[in-house]
């Protein structure tokens, strides 16, 4: 019997302090991450969990996650984390780059394409979108208040019952929110605080039509923390941008549909215009966005 050999794993930091993972080989794909309890490099099960994540990507590109620097100033916008990846990646690379950015990641993903565009080539936005929902801010906000407060399991449970798609699956998993929250955000550092604070006050719908890479925003249509209205305003506010609007998904269930990852890659390397899907028209010359 033989086993298929993994890609090894690099792990590291880039210049500036920020904490990377790597996997696979071919064109880099920077993978921005969503919300983390801390910016320390990634260890042991936490490791293994966004390893998992990237080798979705990572049979023909190098894919790069990559986390914002630990010991961020208390007063950290968003334009400012978004600064900290761009000149790390012009340190990095020699050229412009393909980025993902999920949750929290994909809002800073947006503010580097806007403020940075030469590092960014082609730019997928998943769960993310111009700005938070106000039920998401507000979310947000009281996950910070009870992680202040040392109420760890009470900030876990809202944030997992966020990543629900209804009512009904909300109660489910809240409940493994609070059994999982003093392990979850036992290494909880002021980094997090800062994130939700930054992402509180981004707002970027007025500065959308700087954006001039090719843009792709993933969203689950019953996404908690924005909604298919803020994800349709972001795509159409982005001169080259498309949506894939995920029906019936929540925040978590976007990223484990069956068709998340072949849109993905549809996208970053497309075929052929004679064999392009019409999902993938150029504007103007059919469907740019896609519902399901």
Request: a neutral charge.
């Amino acid at each position: 019997m033989t086993t298929a050999l993994l890609p090894p794993r690099v792990y590291g930091t880039w210049p500036g302090g920020l904490p990377f993972l790597s996997v696979g080989s071919g064109p880099p794909l920077v993978y921005l991450a969503g919300i983390t309890p801390n910016h320390e490099p990634p260890q042991g099960s936490g490791r293994r969990f966004q390893a998992r994540q990237l080798m979705l990507f990572a049979a023909s590109r190098r894919v790069w996650w990559v986390n914002r620097r630990p010991g961020l100033n208390p007063d950290a916008t968003m334009a400012d984390i978004a600064a900290d990846y761009a000149r790390a990646m012009l340190l990095r690379f020699d050229e412009q780059v393909d980025v993902i950015g999920q949750s929290t990641g994909g809002s800073v993903a947006l503010q580097l394409a806007a403020d940075h565009p030469a590092v960014v080539k082609r730019l997928v936005v998943v769960s993310a979108a111009h700005r938070l929902s106000e039920e998401g801010r507000d979310a947000q906000l009281r996950v910070a208040d009870n992680v202040l407060d040392g109420r760890p399991r009470a900030a876990s449970a809202e944030a997992m019952r966020m990543l629900a798609a209804g009512p009904r699956s909300r109660p489910l998993l809240s409940g493994l929110g609070w059994l999982i929250g003093p392990t979850f955000l036992a290494h909880a550092t002021s980094d997090l605080i800062t994130t939700i604070r930054a992402e509180d006050a981004f707002e970027l719908r007025d500065r959308l039509a700087d954006i001039v890479a090719p843009t792709l925003v993933i969203g689950g249509e019953r996404d908690a923390f924005y909604s298919a209205e803020l994800f349709r305003q972001t795509a159409d506010g982005i001169p080259r941008g498309r949506l894939a609007l995920y029906e019936g998904r929540g925040h978590l269930a976007t990223t484990m549909d069956p068709r998340f990852v072949p849109d993905v890659l549809s996208f970053l390397d497309p075929p052929d215009p004679e064999d392009q899907p019409a999902r993938w028209a150029a504007p103007g010359a059919g469907r740019d966005d896609i519902s399901y």
